[in-house]
């Protein structure tokens, strides 16, 4: 079981929170990678990302981890919906299209 996901702004982020977020900045534009998919790279659970999500997430592209079906976070004001079709990802009907989007290190 990977340690704590948390950690405080002055101590930074611990190193399982660590991994997650240098997985993500690894995630190309336009491109996507799952929840799911970034903890089975890691050999942790899918929640376990999403903590690190909730208290790092401004530390990375947030708005290239989506949920298993596409759908992009409803955090930071709805915004990346925005910032994922700015930067070319493909969609269809409000949701990524996984099919050509879904990065997989």
Known sequence: MPESST?????????????VLDTIDRIPAGRVMTYGLI???LDAHP???GRV????ADETHWHRVVYADGTPASCHGNKAAVLL?????????????????LWNE
């Not at 950690?7 to 660590?18: H, I, K, Q, V």
């Open 53 to 56: 999500m909730t208290h790092w």
């Open 47 to 49: 929640r376990q990302v």
């Open 39 to 41: 903890a089975a790279h």
């Open 85 to 101: 079709r700015s930067e070319g990802t493909p969609m269809r009907d409000g949701r990524v299209d996984l099919v050509h989007a």
């Open 7 to 19: 950690g405080t702004p002055d101590e930074g982020p611990p190193s399982f929170a660590r991994r």
